[in-house]
């Protein structure tokens, strides 16, 4: 086995992870992605058919990235939703995936962000709204990021294609 098949196997591996990071908030995601094609491209053995994989993937990763930031961003700014109840859903959903196995994280980061948003409008209903719209926004966001990681990594599967025809 050469070190060119020995680097594609660990960059799929964490492409793979990255991927399944874009929904699974506690793994990284495309920023492991992103530094899995430059890794590819530099030691991989593709040459500049690396290279023109990692920039056309780079593309769907910082698009990726961006729409998930700017959509929800722009949701929760929309339901004005403060920083501060994302913050206390994040913990609580850590604390949650430590709590209860497999779904704890996505259980406590509802369940975090309903009692931050019960805290500040002190209305069950409004926190309930404004909670469904943060979780929405969320899944929105992850969604588009995750799409685009699929992009992504088709991209690079379809350029390990071309470079094992080629050489």
Do not use: D, Q, Y
Not at 15 to 27: D, F, K, R, S
Not at 66 to 80: C, D, F, Q, Y
């Amino acid at each position: 086995m050469t070190s060119e098949t020995v680097v594609t196997i660990l960059c799929g591996l964490a492409i793979l992870a990255g991927v399944a990071g874009t929904v699974i908030p506690v793994l990284p995601g495309s920023i492991l992605i992103g530094a899995s094609l430059l890794a590819w491209a530099i030691w991989g053995g593709a040459g500049s058919a690396g290279w023109v994989v990692f920039a056309v993937a780079m593309v769907f990763v910082v698009a990726g990235m961006a729409a998930s930031a700017v959509l929800t961003g722009r949701k929760l700014k929309e339901h004005a939703i403060p920083s501060r109840s994302i913050v206390a859903a994040l913990v609580a959903g850590v604390v949650g995936m430590f709590i209860i196995p497999v779904v704890g994280l996505f259980v406590g980061f509802a369940a975090g962000l309903l009692l931050s948003e019960l805290l500040r409008t002190r209305n069950i209903g409004n926190a309930a709204t404004s909670s469904w719209a943060a979780l929405k926004a969320t899944g929105l966001g992850m969604l588009a990021e995750f799409g685009l990681a699929c992009l992504a990594a088709s991209t690079w599967v379809i350029g390990v294609w071309i470079a094992a025809a080629s050489g």
